[in-house]
């Protein structure tokens, strides 16, 4: 089963303005990561955020984490038509580190 | 290139015939993941190992799916009597020394292997 689940499904936004998708989960979690996956390809690791941390921050991309509401959101700002992708979230829920994906958001950045 | 290599990138076969994936894990990378992804959904998580030691299976794998990952290094995926739902695509990951992933829990993924059963 997937223990995220993402919002909104698909999202078209125009060049330069700022992309917001969250993501809620059902269980605790040790930490929650978004990844990147472009059409065809593996998927590539955007940012981790741990149980204990509120928000971080890496180049254009800002991730909140809310541990009582069980959600996330990342902010993509000033976004590109290269950030044109699927994005998901997913979950560590345990020490072994099995990450638990959600079914993802198709972000499309018009020129 | 150090990344995640998979192998074949495409397999088409007919129903009924055995598969074989390949995953070369980054080097000292001590976990290896296999997930299955199908269209418009996300990765599936099928099984990992710690070096050699298969530490979790997905109630997905069934018989006819087996992982190996001898001396800890590379690992294949056998598909054996494959079905039209196991189109799919196949993708590994690794994880390990934390001074290499650089945070703990990140996996790196290869490019995936793609199966067309018909």
């Not at chain 1, 303005?17 to 269980?27: G, P």
């Not at chain 2, 530490?55 to 997905?60: A, G, Q």
């Not at chain 2, 494959?82 to 650089?102: F, I, P, W």
Request: include cysteine.
């Amino acid at each position: 089963s997937q223990q995220g689940e993402e919002d909104p499904q698909a999202l078209s936004i125009q060049e330069g303005e700022n992309a917001t998708m969250n993501c809620s989960y059902k269980t605790s979690i040790n930490n929650l990561q978004w990844y990147r996956q472009n059409s065809g390809r593996g998927l590539v690791h955007l940012i981790l955020i741990r149980s204990n941390e509120r928000e971080k921050h890496s180049g254009r991309l800002r991730v909140t984490l809310d541990t009582s509401k069980k959600s996330s959101s990342l902010l993509i700002t000033a976004s590109r038509a290269a950030d044109t992708a699927s994005y998901f979230c997913a979950t560590v829920t345990g020490a072994n580190s099995k990450l638990t994906f959600g079914k993802g958001i198709t972000l499309s950045v018009r020129p | 290139d150090t990344g995640v290599s998979q192998n074949p990138r495409h397999k088409i076969t007919k129903r009924g015939q055995n598969v074989t994936f390949r995953c070369d894990p980054i080097s000292e990378h001590n976990r290896l993941y296999w997930y299955r992804q199908t269209l418009g959904q996300g990765p599936e998580f099928l099984t990992y190992f710690q070096n050699e030691a298969q530490l979790e299976k997905s109630r997905l794998l069934s018989d006819r799916f087996s992982a190996e990952r001898p001396k800890g290094s590379f690992s294949t995926l056998e598909i054996q009597r494959t079905e039209q739902g196991d189109s799919a695509m196949y993708l590994c990951a690794s994880s390990g020394r934390v001074r290499l992933a650089g945070v703990h829990g990140e996996l790196f993924f290869g490019e995936g292997s793609r199966l067309t059963v018909l």
